[in-house]
């Protein structure tokens, strides 16, 4: 098993370090060799990067400029402040330094395969190199983690899940599965647990509420996401229906999408959604198994309550959904007590080559 020579790897933490410095290649070099031009760079700002520098620039004067949460433009406008640097650079700065100190994070919590193999994601790579704000929310759930993994459960555990939620109002989710660690050792405990935990996170959320609700109302956010990208409840079936558009309704997967003139069908869309979803659900299965990890169950459960929510929406994120199942990496954990030498070796070729796939998916069309 490859958990059992975690500790025989030396300096892993510099190794997790460089892996990720030369991975993140895969998603420069693309664009620049396609374009034969330092210019290709810009490719890779677009989308919602183009927003967060938007709003560190100018503010919310956009409507839909407030389905953003204001920490990541915060960060890209101080660096634009105390340094001078441009927005767009100030934003490339910002994700790319935080991206190292996620896996350093997997890695106290779960030993250096797993880091390694999350790291390696080819999500992972493209959007903390890109100017995305995932990372940001991901150093929030990985600083609990490790905390939590350490039985310190205190308000720190509580302030790490605050600029979680405040990052991405969705992980909102995921709160229900932290109740699994605050129950026990008599009712006085268990609430003095709960406080800890979820004190400062549903706070941050009223927060954010009272924000909404002083610019267009409390719910605005919800009134966005539905005017905007189209987003809605909806049963699985459904939602596999509005990707591979089979009633006319799929207007994301619909449109003359190609990365350098290959054109992405309906069929694509949603079969790379189907192919994340097993590997998230898999390392799921894995982890309560194949792990004799203490808190498997609360791992297991917090991941699920992660990627079950995408399975019942339509809508942009529907397209997002590969990304936004980021924030269930304890489920790679599986795969890091399960895979031997050679398998991972297998898993980290096939990510690099994904990650270029990915980059160019991103930087030519759109891929989450």
């Known amino acids: 098993m490859m958990s059992n020579i975690n500790g025989l790897t030396r300096h892993p933490r510099l190794r997790l370090v460089v892996y990720l410095g030369l991975a993140k290649l895969c998603v420069f070099l693309p664009p620049i060799m396609i374009q034969k031009s330092l210019a290709g760079l810009a490719k890779l700002n677009a989308w919602d990067s183009l927003i967060f520098e938007g709003i560190a620039e100018n503010g919310y004067i956009k409507p839909e400029y407030y389905a953003f949460s204001p920490v990541y433009p915060a960060i890209i406008r101080m660096l634009h402040l105390s340094l001078g640097l441009s927005y767009t650079l100030g934003a490339f700065l910002a994700t790319n330094v935080l991206s190292f100190v996620f896996p350093l994070l997997v890695y106290e919590a779960f030993g250096y395969t797993a880091a390694l193999l999350t790291e390696f994601l080819p999500t992972y790579i493209v959007f903390t190199t890109v100017p995305y704000s995932d990372v940001i929310a991901l150093i929030g759930i990985g600083a609990s983690m490790v905390l939590l993994l350490r039985n310190k459960v205190d308000v720190q555990v509580g302030a790490c899940l605050s600029l979680a939620v405040t990052v991405f109002y969705s992980l909102t989710y995921t709160l229900p599965a932290y109740l699994i660690l605050s129950v026990g050792g008599g009712v006085r405990s268990s609430i003095s647990r709960m406080l800890k935990i979820y004190l400062l996170p549903l706070m941050s959320l009223l927060g954010v509420v009272l924000w909404y609700r ?5 719910f605005y956010y919800f009134a966005l996401e539905h005017d905007i990208w189209g987003v809605s409840f909806a049963t ?7 990707i591979l558009n089979t009633k006319g309704t799929g207007w ?9 003139g290959l054109r992405l069908t309906p069929t694509y869309w949603y079969a790379r959604n189907l192919v994340f979803e097993a590997f ?10 194949k792990t004799s990890h203490p808190a498997r169950l609360f791992l297991a459960f ?14 942009t994120p529907a397209i997002s959904i590969p990304r936004l199942l980021l924030p269930a990496y304890p489920a790679v954990y599986g795969y890091a007590a ?3 030498k050679q398998w991972v070796k297998v ?11 990915v980059t160019l998916s991103q930087a030519y069309a759109f891929f989450s």
């Open 214 to 218: 002083q610019v267009h109302g409390a």
């Open 236 to 242: 699985p079936i459904q939602q596999a229906q509005w």
């Open 252 to 260: 994301f997967t619909s449109q003359d999408w190609s990365v350098l």
């Open 280 to 289: 998230y659900s898999i390392g799921i299965a894995l982890l309560i198994w």
């Open 302 to 315: 917090y991941s699920a309550t992660v990627e079950v929510p995408l399975l019942f929406i339509v809508g």
């Open 338 to 340: 399960t895979l031997n």
């Open 347 to 357: 898993y980290l070729a096939v990510c690099i080559v994904c990650t270029i796939w």
